[in-house]
């Protein structure tokens, strides 16, 4: 493959490659559409790991996830500041976990984490709440909602402690027959 | 943040699971090492890899030193007296290691390294050979190591263990400078060094399916790197080095030709990037019909490349050429016509007698120079085909297995489903989503009526007559379209006989068929409405209707085919009689005119000689007949069915009563379902 880029060193590009689930050829691919995001801010030489971070607004413009409701969580969950201001190794990261390659079990662990509103290693009824409105643009009844959330908590909620735990939801999640393909984005 | 420590301690713990997992003794005696080692940063702080095993070695007595880390308050333990400590030091084994995530959180990256390298300086002592340490020694030296695991390369490094405990004091006198330590250590102890390199390559080999951050996966990734690397330095010194970086060299060579080749396959896939933007104006399950489609596209071409290259090419490479037998000619009486467009287009004609159909193909035993058996590799490729099929279908099964069987109860977690898993993440186009959002609000409503409705409890007897009768209508029909189809084959029988047929008769068979596949379907839907099922166990009546409609067209034709094929055998019998009859003729004529008995005439010009239909030509000839015009009709389906009626509601609404989009011929959906049975149909046929 030809060695002619720049940006980064060998073993840095390795390195990446053994860490991601991506081809030498995606990781400068992603690189650029990182790049892209805010050309003055991120420098074309990475070899010496400057910390350049986006801020979450232009992350999600992106065409990819601009249309999600979920984008701003996916964004504070892959973040190292949690806010959502993300470096190349937070972008590669999330793009990884979300890619067709990642297996069931880490897509389910970072799953939970985003509809986990409160990050409180639990998803309780208000994350349940504010998933759902989410997803609806806020278009169902309370009474309606109230109804939804109270059958997930049941068909879902093993333990019964009136809330969702990542046994739970893994639990959930990998009988789900289309999980691993609605998860998923391409880029 | 509190909420990153969290992570990091469950990451902390399934760090240590995962070490530990590979062995336990490893972990004991490595808590040993840990806590020499920790005293070996005491004591050097930011030494540099090399001299952390000195270090290690040389502060192994010392034992009194002020422990670095807050877990590192262990009184020192003698090398020899590993066995004592190693019981100590259990306990304190999943302490260290979650001061060691801790550590490696607060990025203390030279504390990390100096730790690893002096397990890895005793690592080298040599290790009765577990297996895994071939594995990790062998990912490691590939440090590009797939994930995928190759294991090649095992043998060799088992066999370099042994070489390894050789000349074990040699390697641990060129590691460290201290000799007498490195002597004194114990074969358990290289045992459990070595286990402790297999952990680390374990880990690199799976780095990527922990769900870290990508910083502190890259910390652990480089150490565990420069862990093994030292590891391997060692072993290259001595007797038989060059043979072992030899050995290295090659292994990481071919997992870098392995990468390079996968990454160049997933270049190669075709219309990988229109299939993704599919994705994304429509939705993940229509761009699934179009992977299903390039699926069987694939599968397709290699059935062809086998047939063709198998049986077609021998023929026309090394078969009689043209004209040669009878078998291979057009009979006289055609010839004036054999070249029409029309006559061509009925595949009557030169195509007849072409490599196309099953006619043209010699009985002869071999074939040409080669002495090609071209009969034997008919056979061997039809079964070669058939198995081919079998064997890449349930290959394809098996790898979708996992991904969710559609055989699960459906009432499980509906709505947890419906929450979480609803959301197709691949959309990316704002009228999609659109649409997404309203068909997810929709089908939350639904189901929400459909829990309410579920208490409600219906007049019961008159639900079950409908449904009765609904499916009694319905098989009706089926018979019904298997008689239509048994009575057109049977017409067009009597049709071969005659000659002067117009363009419907000719073709009648091809337009009943596709025309049953067109009309029926949604005459089922509309019966189906009498039933007043659940819409999902409807959609799958539906469907197993539509399908077993397919099946019974397909099976009702070839009956009838068969049916053909009998009367055809007796008129071949016939044929036979009458042909033996007129060589004996030509052969009697022929002396006759040349007054001299004892010629032997030439062979009957093939054109004249009277022959039999074939019946697996005729056969072909229908096949070939009824997929062209399957072809044709799907066109003009999609043409004007779904093309010329988005064009007529789009501009003809302006200027029409009601709202066209809204309202009745609105735009075409893209039927997933119809489709895909479509293509098996299809696929059928061939």
């Known amino acids: 493959m030809g060695n002619k880029q720049t940006i980064f060193t060998a073993q840095q590009l390795d390195a990446y490659q053994d860490c991601t689930y991506f081809t030498r050829k995606e990781i400068l691919r992603l690189f650029y559409r990182y790049r892209d995001l805010a050309p003055q801010l991120v420098p074309l030489d990475y070899t010496n790991q400057p910390d350049v971070k986006l801020p979450y607004e232009l992350i999600g413009s992106m065409p990819e996830l601009k249309d999600n409701p979920f984008r701003q969580r996916i964004a504070e969950v892959f973040s190292e500041d949690g806010e959502g201001n993300m470096t190349l190794d937070n972008f590669l990261d999330m793009f990884s976990v979300l890619s067709e390659m990642a297996p069931r079990d880490l897509k389910a662990y970072y799953a939970f984490k985003i509809y986990d509103f409160n990050n409180d290693d639990f998803i309780c009824k208000s994350d349940l709440e504010k998933t759902l409105n989410k997803l609806t643009r806020n278009e169902l009844t309370e009474d309606e909602v109230k109804m939804v959330c109270e059958k997930v908590m049941d068909e879902a909620d093993l333990d019964n402690d009136g809330r969702l735990s990542l046994e739970d939801f893994q639990h959930m999640i990998n009988r789900a027959p289309d999980f691993l393909s609605t998860f998923h984005i391409r880029i | 943040m509190p909420r990153r420590s969290t992570a990091a301690e469950e990451v902390g713990i399934e760090i240590d699971e995962d070490v530990s997992d590979s062995d336990d003794g490893g972990n004991r005696r490595r808590a040993n090492r840990k806590q020499a080692g920790g005293r070996g940063r005491g004591g050097g702080g930011a030494k540099g890899r090399g001299r952390g095993k000195k270090a290690d070695s040389d502060e192994e007595d010392e034992e009194d030193e002020a422990p670095r880390g807050a877990n590192r308050r262990r009184p020192a333990n003698k090398r020899g007296g590993g066995k004592n400590n190693d019981d100590d030091s259990e306990d304190e084994a999943p302490k260290k290691k979650r001061g060691g995530a801790a550590n ?58 042994k070489k390894k405990k050789k000349k074990d004091d040699s390697s641990s006198d060129s590691n460290s400078n201290s000799d007498e330590e490195e002597e004194s250590m114990s074969e358990g102890e290289m045992a459990r060094l070595m286990e402790e390199v297999e952990e680390k390559k374990k880990l690199i080999a799976n780095i990527r399916n922990k769900p870290w951050r990508m910083k502190r996966r890259l910390t652990l990734l480089k150490e565990a790197q420069q862990f093994v690397d030292k590891f391997e330095g060692a072993l290259g010194k001595g007797k038989g080095r060059k043979w072992y970086a030899y050995k290295v060299m090659m292994t990481k060579k071919w997992i870098k030709f392995q990468r390079d080749f996968e990454n160049f396959k997933t270049a190669c896939i075709p219309w990988e990037r229109k299939i993704k933007e599919v994705e994304s104006h429509f939705g993940s399950s229509v761009a699934s019909y179009f992977i299903f489609l ?8 290699v059935l062809f490349g086998l047939t063709f290259g198998l049986v077609v090419i021998p023929e026309v490479l090394m078969g009689l050429p043209y004209g040669s037998i009878p078998r291979k000619t057009v009979p006289r009486a055609e010839q004036d016509t054999a070249q029409d467009y029309s006559v061509l287009m009925d595949f009557n004609g030169y195509c007849k007698y072409s490599v196309l159909f099953y006619g043209y193909y010699n009985n002869q035993r071999t074939v040409g120079l080669l002495k090609f058996r071209l009969p034997l590799s008919y056979l061997m490729v039809g079964i070669g085909s058939f198995g081919y099929s079998l ?47 309203a068909s997810i609000t929709t089908s939350f409503k639904e189901s929400i009526v459909d829990e309410q409705e579920n208490q409600k409890d219906e007049n019961i007897h008159l639900r079950r007559f409908l449904r009765v009768l609904a499916n009694f209508l319905i098989t009706c029909s089926l018979g019904g379209s298997g008689y239509l189809i048994y009575f057109v084959v049977k017409r067009s029988q009597e049709f071969a006989t005659r000659d002067d047929l117009s363009w419907y008769e000719k073709n009648e068979l091809e337009i009943v068929m596709s025309l049953l596949g067109l009309v029926c379907p949604p005459l089922f ?162």
Not at chain 2, 294 to 301: E, P, V
Not at chain 2, 619 to 636: A, N, P, R, W
């Open chain 2, 391 to 437: 064997m890449v279908v349930i290959r394809t099964m098996a790898n979708n297995a996992d991904v969710g069987g559609g055989d699960g109860e459906e009432g499980e977690f509906t709505f947890a489903w419906k929450m979480f898993t609803s959301w197709d993440y691949l959309i990316g186009n704002a009228e999609t989503a659109d649409n997404k959002y």
């Open chain 2, 525 to 686: 839907e509309t019966i189906a409405e009498l039933e007043d099922y659940h819409p999902r166990i409807a959609l799958k009546w539906q469907l197993g209707r539509i399908f077993a409609l397919f099946l019974g067209n397909l099976y009702t034709f070839l009956f009838a085919l068969f049916d053909e094929v009998n009367d055809k055998l007796e008129e071949e019998q016939a044929i036979m009689n009458a042909s033996i009859w007129a060589m004996k003729e030509y052969y009697a004529n022929y002396s006759r005119l040349l007054n001299d008995t004892d010629a032997t005439p030439p062979p009957m010009n093939p054109a004249d000689v009277i022959r039999g239909p074939c019946w697996e030509t005729a056969v072909g000839i229908e096949f070939v007949k009824l997929t062209i015009s399957d072809i044709q009709v799907t066109y003009l389906t999609i043409l004007i069915g779904d093309f010329a009626r988005a064009v007529i509601v789009r501009f003809l609404n302006y200027c029409w009563c009601w709202d066209l989009e809204a309202g009745f011929p609105s735009y075409g959906e893209f039927d997933i379902s119809g489709n895909v049975l479509g293509l098996a149909f299809n696929q059928g046929m061939i």
């Open chain 2, 104 to 161: 490696r959180k607060k990025g203390g990256k030279a504390q990390e390294s100096e730790e690893d390298d002096s397990d890895d300086e005793k690592g080298k002592k040599g290790k009765k050979g577990g297996k895994k340490g071939g594995k990790e020694e062998d990912n490691g030296k590939g440090k590009k190591g797939d994930v995928k695991g190759k294991d090649k390369g095992k043998d060799k490094d088992d066999d370099k263990k």
């Open chain 2, 294 to 301: 390039r699926w069987m596209y694939g599968m397709n071409l």
